[in-house]
């Protein structure tokens, strides 16, 4: 119930992994819990394709990481970190469906619900291949260790 | 959308770079209708491929990848199939962890769906971001009760979403039984807070539009109990109910020139499955507060306006919160017992369905001796409902066609979001520019 536990920064890893480079976030969310011990002041959140899980997870953060499949109009495997300030979104949503997601709305609920962490930082990666498959694409997987390089510089200010 | 002197011309079109969405396209002249589509690219069929060749003990992982909204129906459907196909039997206490579990996504689903796809639209509002600037206490009740869901999804399936307790004939892990009473004391404080949202929805309720269209009706029956989990199909159309193992001859996918997706039929044209399907079947097994919600609402079977699936799902959120309560006090009462699920693979066919929140959901596996998956066949709710909207469509549009446009617009996009289709959900990903 109510994660009394909750440390300060949550690491949030999103997407799909059965749609390749779609699920890099998770990949590496994954990675990085296994060295968790070096973070003690992060917790570390697969949320996968559970957008408005995202919404939960932030509340009650003094920061939150995400780490997502992103288009942007950059070479497949780069690796952008930006907040969500820098960024509008380009999708053109139908609102049918709960199963449409766009994860800048979800932090702008946030926002207005006024559980905003002080800091979000997005690490997006332009993806490669969006084939289905549960493995990323070589372009992905030949960046990994860099990935998961700036992704703890970011949270070095927490580590032991 | 454009609009000459004479002629209505609806285009609700998403484009998409992946598998695609719903598009709207209505086309009349001088008050007479030409063209009403429903128009929907065939669901993705590549999960069955995906799952081919892995072993039954990898399934409910994979499948539970399908849908970050449906992954506990996903999982348990797949599980039911393992199960049924190797003869493996379940002990009652995992029958109703289970049932809880599942009623944990219903609670994510259907509070999701009522107040961020269907409050905004009785409220005049584009998304639920600016309803949380006029409507503030209406979603934060929201919010307060879809993280009910989460945590309960998240005590009993180890995580928010995609389920990790979930095992062929068990739980890898078990909720302790104070954790259980803590979750009975939170759901039966969420009991007032799903009352203030049926209430600002009944508040509301004539502005769903009046619209009825006499449909069949199909779902889960164990003529018992308003059943999400167990049982065999029937039909508003009929008493017979087929075992779910021939869920195909109910199904009856085919092919219709007017859509890109398959349809499906059974006694007619085309039928319907989620919510208000469950309730025209099961109404008599509802509990009394679920039943209260009904009444308030005027809702009763045989209900044949697609609108009012919004208002079944809030007559179910009471229902699962009611018979959660239930369920925990009998498994409470027998004590949680440790339990290690040890099961061998065997060869063989088998069938799961349990009722999603959108509706039945059907996963076919075969196995051989060593477990291997030899094939899939998964028939989500969504493909069956598809020819339904059109039905609908082509019954409504021209009940509405002299109004305004835009009017016509919304009314037909609230009529699909009231069926609340899974159009897209295993990609999720950003598309942004930089500013």
């Known amino acids: 119930m109510p994660d009394i536990h909750m440390r300060p920064t949550v690491v949030i890893g999103l997407g799909n992994t059965l749609m390749s480079d779609e699920g890099i976030g998770v990949h590496l969310v994954r990675a990085l819990v296994v060295r968790a011990n070096q973070f003690p002041a992060v917790d570390f959140r697969e949320l996968g394709t559970a957008g408005m899980a995202v919404l939960h997870t932030l509340a009650g953060r003094r920061k939150a990481v995400l780490l997502d499949c992103v288009r942007m109009n950059e070479p497949p495997g780069a690796i952008r970190r930006f907040n969500p300030d820098q960024v509008a979104s380009g999708k053109v949503l139908p609102g049918f469906s709960l199963h449409e997601g766009d994860l800048l709305e979800i932090l702008a609920l946030s926002r207005r619900l006024g559980e905003f962490p002080g800091t979000v930082i997005l690490f997006g990666i332009q993806p490669a291949s969006l084939d289905v498959g549960d493995s990323l694409s070589p372009v992905l997987a030949a960046r990994f260790e860099e990935y998961l390089r700036l992704i703890a510089a970011e949270l070095d200010e927490y580590a032991s | ?435």
């Open chain 2, 1 to 435: 959308m454009t609009e000459k002197s004479n002629t209505l011309n609806i285009e609700v079109h998403h484009v998409t770079r992946i598998e695609g969405h719903g598009n709207i396209v209505v086309r009349a002249k001088d008050g007479v209708v030409e063209k009403v589509e429903w128009q929907v690219p065939e669901a993705p069929r590549f999960f069955e491929a995906m799952v081919r060749g892995r072993s039954w003990e990898d399934i409910q992982t994979i499948v539970s990848r399908i849908c970050g909204i449906c992954s506990v129906s996903h999982s348990l459907a797949a599980i039911k199939a393992i199960e049924n196909a190797m003869g493996i039997q379940v002990s009652q206490q995992t029958d109703r962890l289970r049932i809880l579990s599942h009623y944990a996504e219903y609670m994510e689903s259907h509070i999701l769906h009522a107040g961020y796809l269907v409050a905004p639209d009785l409220l005049g509002q584009k998304s639920v971001v600016p309803l949380a600037a006029s409507h503030p206490d209406l979603v934060k009740t929201v919010i307060g009760l879809h993280r009910l869901g989460n945590e309960w999804m998240e005590l009993l399936a180890g995580r928010m979403t995609h389920p990790v307790t979930f095992k062929p004939g068990g739980f890898s892990s078990l909720p302790s039984e104070a954790q259980l009473r803590d979750l009975q004391q939170r759901l039966v404080a969420g009991l007032p807070e799903l009352e203030k949202l049926a209430q600002a929805v009944l508040s509301l309720a004539d502005r769903l539009p009046a619209f009825t269209r006499d449909t069949e009706y199909i779902g889960l029956v164990d003529g018992q109990s308003y059943t999400f989990y167990h049982g065999a199909i029937g039909s508003t159309d009929g008493k017979e109910t087929v075992p779910v193992r021939q869920f195909e001859s109910v199904v009856n996918e085919y092919v219709s020139p007017q859509s890109t997706a398959k349809w499906a039929k059974w006694h007619r044209d085309s039928y319907a499955v989620g919510a208000l399907a469950r309730f025209n079947l099961n109404a008599a097994y509802l509990r009394p507060q679920a039943a209260k919600a009904a009444k308030a609402f005027g809702l009763k079977p045989k209900n044949c306006n697609p609108y009012f699936n919004t208002v079944a799902q809030l007559v179910e959120s009471f229902q699962i919160v009611e018979h959660a309560l239930e369920i925990i006090d009998a498994v409470l009462a027998a004590g949680v017992k440790s339990e290690t699920p040890k099961v061998a693979p065997k060869a063989g066919e088998g069938t799961g369905a349990v009722e999603a929140p959108r509706g039945t959901l059907f996963h076919r596996y075969a196995f051989d001796e060593k477990g291997i998956c030899l094939k899939a066949n998964l028939c989500i709710p969504t493909n069956q409902n598809h020819a339904n909207i059109q039905k609908d469509f082509e019954a409504f549009v021209p009940q509405i066609i002299s109004r305004d446009p835009q009017e016509v617009r919304l009314l037909l996009e609230m009529l699909v979001r009231a069926y609340d289709p899974c159009v897209s959900c295993s990609t999720h990903f950003l598309d942004v520019k930089f500013v």
